[in-house]
Structure formats: C-alpha cells, structure tokens
C-alpha cells in the first residue's frame, strides 16, 4: 500500500460550508495532484503542484484552490460548497524525474452537499 | 491535446478464463508512456502495468500483459487466469510531459 493518506473518507455537509480535503504522503515525492472522479466514471485533473509553494490548475476548472506549504502536504479547499461539488476526489503523488509514469493514490474524499 | 478511448464500459469474465480490455488514444508525440490502473471499489487506485512508447516488446507482469500498437494506437491490457479479485474498474492512461490523461474506464467483472 502506498503511503499517501486522505481525510476525511467521508463528508456529508451542507450548502454554503467551507471544507478542506487533507492530502499528505511520506515518500518525499514533489509532484501532487487533485482528481475529481464522479463514480463510476473517469478521472478529471483540477489541480497539481511540483513542489512547494508551486500550484498550478488542471484540465478541468474548479471552484477549489489548493496550496503546497510543505512537500508532504497538498490540501484542497472549498469556500462555499454546492451540490454541484458532490463527487469523490483523489489525490496523488509521484516520484521526481520525468516520465516516471507511476501515480501513488490516495484512497479518496467522498464529498457529499445537501 | 492527447484524448484516451475505452470502448468497453463494461466487461465479464468468467473465473480463470482470459479477457481483454480495449484502449485507443490520440496523439502527436513520438515518446510517450501508456498505462494500464485497478480501481478495486472503495480501495486505492494502483498502477498495474506500464510501457514505454520506444519499446517495441509488449510489457508482461504475471497474468497481466498488453498489446501495443503504436501505429494503429492502440493498447489493450489483456488478463490471464482471472481471478475473483480482479473485479475493479481499469483505467488506461497515457503520460508525455509529466501529465497523464486517463480514458473513461472499463468495469471488470469476474464470475465465479
């Protein structure tokens, strides 16, 4: 098993909340990145950053930001949460170097807005 | 911009019968990396097997092997000897300049 982790597994809140999806791993990698995947479906990259202090928006746009203070930590905020944010949302890591290939998920946010 | 197809939604297996999983993908690069990724339900996404675009030898780990085309851009993962633990949705994506682009998933069913 790879050792990036996401809290909560589960939230289930309503409209109009702020809410921070926590994502950190403890393999020294410097790339980390977002996903938003509707089950069942495929994956959606809204954001990623390659390494402190750097973040950078992905292929599909989201009301999310993140930030990269610390090399092991990658958080994603929602200010204000609608359904429309409902989804699950991964996050993951990879190794320096280029074209190495190979993400390390996490297990996923499962976000719910009422 | 690079696009990744599977054609299959869905998929069934019978137990230790063999199935072959479908990808195509669009692109202008000559050096690129494709892979193939296990989503189990509710369990993390793992890399299953990889191949590097200049290699012309179809990668092979244990019961899992491709076949890559590289003119025709095409990659299917094929599964020997399925195994009921093999259930999980497949994700084929493709990666040139550090970004992967995945295709729409492929659910694998195994029958016991």
């Known amino acids: 098993e790879a050792d990036i982790y996401q809290t909560p597994r589960y939230l289930v809140i309503g409209t109009g909340k702020k809410i921070t999806l926590e994502c950190s791993q403890t393999m020294g990698h410097d790339k980390m990145y977002w996903y938003q995947q509707d089950p069942g479906m495929e994956l959606h990259l809204i954001h990623y950053s390659y390494g402190v202090n750097s973040t950078e928006k992905g292929d599909l746009s989201s009301e999310s930001t993140v930030s990269r203070i610390r090399t092991e930590h990658f958080p994603l905020t929602l200010e204000s949460a609608r359904p429309s944010h409902t989804s699950q949302y991964l996050c993951a890591s990879s190794r320096p170097g280029l074209n190495t290939g190979e993400l390390f998920f996490g297990e996923g946010s499962r976000l719910t807005v009422l | 911009a690079q696009t990744v197809t599977q054609s299959q939604p869905e998929m069934s297996v019978q137990e230790a019968e063999t199935v072959t999983l479908s990808c195509t993908y669009d692109?202008?690069?000559?050096?690129?990396?494709l892979f193939w990724y296990k989503q189990p339900p509710s369990r993390q996404m793992i890399l299953v097997i990889r191949q590097e675009a200049y290699k012309q030898q179809n990668a092979t780990e244990n019961r899992f092997s491709v076949n890559f085309q590289k003119a025709a851009k095409s990659f299917s993962l094929k599964i020997s000897d399925s195994q009921l633990g093999d259930a999980a949705m497949y994700f084929c994506?493709?990666?040139?300049?550090?970004?992967?682009?995945f295709g729409g998933g492929t659910r694998l069913m195994v029958k016991p």
């Open positions: 692109t202008s690069e000559s050096d690129y990396y």
């Open positions: 994506a493709y990666e040139a300049g550090n970004m992967l682009t």
